[in-house]
């Protein structure tokens, strides 16, 4: 049981835009502006996507872009293409005893 | 930003002690981020925190772990340690070793992780 939750899958068509939400507590994604997103290949380690809510590390194309409201967290991808299949996790500091919790992960079908 | 590398045993018998190092390089342990953790990701399933150290030796587990788990810093060596005693299979897993920012803040810097089997 991750103390983030993610839907396990979403698909969208090359093109569309598709949004991932995380939801945590105010213990969590609530209390702090902390919250990151990672993208992760089979095999493959987890790739920074979003950290700090909404900022993108260099090089990460600005069709991904997150917010946050309330204890919900959210990705979007705008502009799906074929290389966004992946698996997606989000990621936030939970306080300096519990560090940090992440979601359970979800899995993006390009269709 | 720096580099982090894990090492250590690959294969392990149940009941042994994991040990994993992450080594620090293009930078100094003690300044190029304020946590050194380790994170865990079973086959198939999602990442889990195991536990951080800050340069003082401050450590804080994942409570499900807490009892087997020590995280330790060696800034002399700018490297960091995990034990993990009397693993079993449930302990079987990619490793990786991720450097943060104070809250976590910021760009945090990733190993590219090294697994470890625990198999009779």
């Known amino acids: 049981q991750s103390a983030l939750t993610q839907p396990r899958s979403v698909s969208g068509s090359p093109g569309q835009s598709v949004t991932i939400s995380c939801t945590g507590t105010r213990g969590n994604v609530g209390g702090y502006n902390y919250v990151s997103w990672y993208q992760q290949y089979p095999g493959k380690a987890p790739k920074l996507i979003i950290y700090?809510?909404?900022q993108r590390p260099s090089g990460v194309p600005d069709r991904f872009s997150g917010s946050k409201s309330g204890n919900t967290a959210s990705l979007t991808i705008s502009g799906l293409q074929p290389e966004d299949e992946s698996d997606y996790y989000c990621c936030s500091y939970a306080g300096s005893y519990t560090f940090v919790v992440f979601g359970g992960g979800t899995k993006l079908t390009v269709l | 930003q720096v580099q982090l590398q894990e090492s250590g045993p690959g294969l392990l018998r149940p009941s042994q002690t994991l040990s994993l190092t992450c080594t620090v390089s293009?930078?100094?342990?003690?300044?190029?981020?304020?946590?050194w953790s380790w994170i865990r990701q079973p086959a198939g399933k999602g990442l889990e925190w195991v536990g951080r150290?800050?340069?003082?030796?401050?450590?804080n587990y994942n409570p499900s772990l807490k009892s087997r788990v020590t995280i330790s810093v060696d800034t002399s060596q700018n490297h960091y340690s995990l034990e993990v005693t009397s693993v079993t299979a449930a302990d079987t897993a990619v490793y990786y070793c991720?450097?943060?920012?104070?809250?976590?803040?910021?760009?945090?810097?990733w190993g590219q992780g090294t697994l470890v089997v625990v198999s009779s």
């Open positions: 700090d809510v909404s």
């Open positions: 991720v450097g943060w920012g104070l809250s976590a803040a910021g760009i945090p810097s």
């Open positions: 150290v800050d340069t003082t030796g401050d450590s």
């Open positions: 293009g930078g100094s342990i003690s300044s190029s981020a304020h946590y």
